[in-house]
């Protein structure tokens, strides 16, 4: 794994990852310390959270079961709408 950074952003990758940011996208290694520092150590920034408002009411609907209506089945536990066993 190596550390690359570019103006303020720090990224740990694999090796061949690396060589190919470092020569051809404009990133350049740096430490580990230095990356520690700045990202993994690093006080978390807090954000606001925005609250996601419901347009239509979804998500307020109660659970119904899919089955409201009893089965009719004969004495040998065949479905009599449908034919099939229900065992």
Not at 14 to 36: L, T
Request: aromatic fraction near 8%; charged fraction near 40%; proline fraction near 3%.
């Amino acid at each position: 794994m190596k550390t690359v950074k570019k103006g303020k952003e720090y990224k740990r990758v694999f090796d061949i990852v690396a060589d190919h940011m470092v020569k051809n996208q404009g990133w350049a290694f740096c430490p580990k310390s230095e990356w520690r520092e700045k990202v993994r150590d690093a006080e978390p920034v807090e954000t606001k959270k925005k609250v996601k408002k419901n347009k239509k009411g979804f998500g307020k609907h109660k659970l119904v079961p899919i089955r409201t209506r009893s089965i009719k089945v004969d004495d040998a536990g065949v479905n009599l709408e449908t034919g099939k066993y229900s065992g």
